[in-house]
């Protein structure tokens, strides 16, 4: 007996009868089907959940380092600002004691200046000191005793000089000479400062 055609239909021609399922096969694949678009439902509801979650942390780290940049910018102005501020109180300081320091012990830099410059001019034919005259009676006799204690004795000239102040030098020798001028040293720090503060402030 020759096998019977199958067609792509529920009814099977050959035969005449249609096909049968039990409603326990029924149900089932309906239970089946529907697990399967929960299943793909809740897989999509999960990609998205994680989508937005995503996306809204990304948003919140751009907050924050949108947030930490301009602390950073405050802080390095407030840094800068502070920086600028503690040299120019130390140099405030400094020119307000110094003159003090100065007033109180007046010889105490020029002697160290001596002391530095005559261990340098051994073989000087001659030295001049120019001092104020407030100090010239203290500083020609250290002086003296600084230029014996060089090697010097005998070729040391201490003048005293209406210009100078109280604290200042003058260190002349034949090719060469040094000058200590508290003003003009002050006025140059303020120099330096101010093109240091001004240099801050641009950045």
């Known amino acids: 007996m020759a096998a019977s055609a199958k067609f792509m239909f529920d009814e099977d021609f050959a035969t005449g009868t249609k096909p049968t399922i039990t409603v326990v096969k029924a149900e089932r694949r309906a239970a089946d089907a529907e697990a399967q678009a929960h299943r793909k ?14 996306q809204r942390i990304a948003a919140a780290l751009a907050v ?5 940049a301009r602390l950073d ?5 407030i840094e800068t600002r502070l920086e600028t501020e503690a040299v120019e109180v130390a140099v405030a300081v400094a020119a307000k004691l110094a003159p003090e320091l100065i007033a109180r012990e007046p010889f105490a830099e020029i002697s160290a200046l001596a002391n530095e410059c005559f261990h340098h001019l051994v073989t000087a034919p001659h ?3 120019r001092v104020a005259p407030d100090i010239f009676d203290h500083a020609h006799e250290k002086l003296t005793e600084i230029a014996a204690a ?3 004795e005998g070729r040391l000239v201490v003048l005293a000089d209406e210009a100078m102040k109280p604290g200042d030098c003058k260190i002349e020798w034949a090719d060469g000479g040094v000058n200590r001028d508290q ?8 120099d330096v400062v101010g093109r240091y503060v001004a240099a801050r402030a641009a950045q």
């Not at 910018?73 to 102005?77: E, K």
């Not at 003003?183 to 303020?190: C, E, G, K, R």
């Open 150 to 152: 060089k090697g010097l």
């Open 41 to 54: 439902g809740f897989a999509a509801g999960q990609a998205q959940a994680r989508s937005e979650a995503e």
């Open 64 to 68: 924050i380092a949108e947030g930490f």
């Open 183 to 190: 003003a003009a040293t002050l006025s140059a720090i303020d």
């Open 127 to 129: 030295i001049v000191v």
């Open 73 to 77: 910018n405050a802080l390095t102005g």
